[in-house]
Each structure stands twice: as C-alpha cells, then as structure tokens.
C-alpha cells in the first residue's frame, strides 16, 4: 500500500492497480500544492462533509466517473449534485472492486454548506480502508474515545492516520493514547498547521510515539510512504 499526503487530512492510497483519495481537500488547502485536475481515482472516500474535508470532492468524482464514498446523508447530497454516490453507515462494511471500506464512529460535527447555511449530514466517520490485505484506519475528525480499543483489538492496523491539531479534534497527547489502544504500527499525523489554532509540532509527537515504540511519518504534502 502506497500512500501520498496531500496535507490537513487527504490522503492519496494505491494498491495494485486501485486508488482512493480521502477527504480531497486540495483547491483551497495552503499546504497541497495539488490541483483536483491532477487527480485520477477509483473512488472518493469521505469521514464527513465539513469544507476542509469535502473539499473537491464534486469536480473529482465527476471527471473520474466514480463513486463517493461516505455516510449516507452526506451521500445523498453527492448524488444531488450529480455524480455516483455509495451510502454507507457507521459499523457498516463493503467491499468493493480492489478495497474494502469500513465505517467506524468518531466524535464530531458533520455538516456540509449550502451558501451561508450548514446541514446536517449524518454522523461523522472514521474509515478502514483495506487494500492488498494491508489495512490503514483514517480516524477523519474525533476526539479519543475508549472504543479505539475495541477497534484495535479487532482489526490488524498497518497504518492510522490520526488528527493532532487540537481545538477541533484530539491534541497530540490523546493521539498518542489513540495510537497505543489501536495498536497501531505506524502512524501519519493529519490535522494540524493548516490554520492557526491547530499548529502544532509534529517531530514532538513522532518523539511521543518512539518512546511507546510505534514509527511515526511525518510527512509533507506529496511525500509519499509505502507500507
């Protein structure tokens, strides 16, 4: 499993042949330095709808002709606009040509906006996406919640991408336990010095890391680390 950091949280993934983009936050992300033209996918994966998240999610799907991924309210307004929508629900699993997706709860807002106003889009989402029998969990926006365990213990975590920058989501510290209880063995930092109130020091945490054993990645937008 191949997978590019795109910056906040998009992730770019390929295996054998299959590729996914989560949370395609490019044209208005600082730190992409990515254009959604650049983008060819199987499938577009979201953990919710909020603009740092949805992003560029419309333009990609149509132009690649493929499915969005995501809870199924937040589908339905995918479908509305016009391109190939997958709902799905938290605790539910598919699998799909070359990868399979599975929703897990997170602890967050999930609204997408409409002009000036912002909608309910269902619940938030983690997702474990697994590729070539290689499983990464996105933890998308949440707090740390004592089921990150639970998940752990029943799924074998090749990679998690987890949100450090605080304020909106888990800070370093929590995103330290979070890895610990999902007994990860690596793990990509996301969420964090896109704005303001979420900067953080990403080296501090890869330290936090290495003294519980776990690898940490710290990476800059299109570098890319191969699991």
């Known amino acids: 499993m191949k997978i590019t950091y795109f910056g906040h949280s998009c992730l770019y993934v390929e295996q054998d042949g299959k590729r996914v983009i989560i949370d395609p936050f490019l044209s208005g992300n600082p730190q992409s330095g990515v254009s959604p033209q650049e983008i060819e996918v199987d499938a577009v994966l979201l953990t919710h709808g909020?603009?740092?998240?949805?992003?560029?999610?419309?333009?990609?799907?149509?132009?690649n002709g493929c499915p969005v991924v995501a809870v199924f309210e937040l589908a339905m307004y995918c479908a509305k606009e016009g391109v190939q929508a997958h709902g799905m629900n938290i605790g539910g699993a598919y699998n799909f040509d070359g990868f399979r997706v599975k929703f897990t709860q997170a602890f967050h807002g999930n609204s997408y906006r409409v002009g000036d106003q912002y909608l309910y889009a269902g619940q938030p989402a983690?997702?474990?996406?697994?590729?070539?029998?290689?499983?990464?969990?996105?933890?998308?926006?949440t707090s740390l919640f004592s089921d990150m365990k639970m998940i752990g213990d029943m799924n074998d975590i090749a990679v998690a991408a987890l949100p450090i920058g605080d304020n909106f989501t888990m800070g370093p510290e929590d995103a330290a336990v979070a890895a610990q209880w999902l007994n990860a063995k690596r793990v990509i930092p996301v969420h964090y010095d896109t704005f303001p109130p979420i900067r953080q020091d990403a080296q501090r945490f890869a330290s936090m890391l290495e003294e519980r054993g776990i690898v940490c990645h710290v990476l800059k937008s299109k570098e890319s680390v191969t699991i």
């Open 50 to 63: 909020h603009d740092d998240h949805f992003g560029d999610t419309i333009e990609i799907a149509k132009r």
């Open 126 to 141: 983690g997702i474990l996406l697994t590729m070539g029998g290689t499983t990464l969990y996105h933890a998308g926006d």
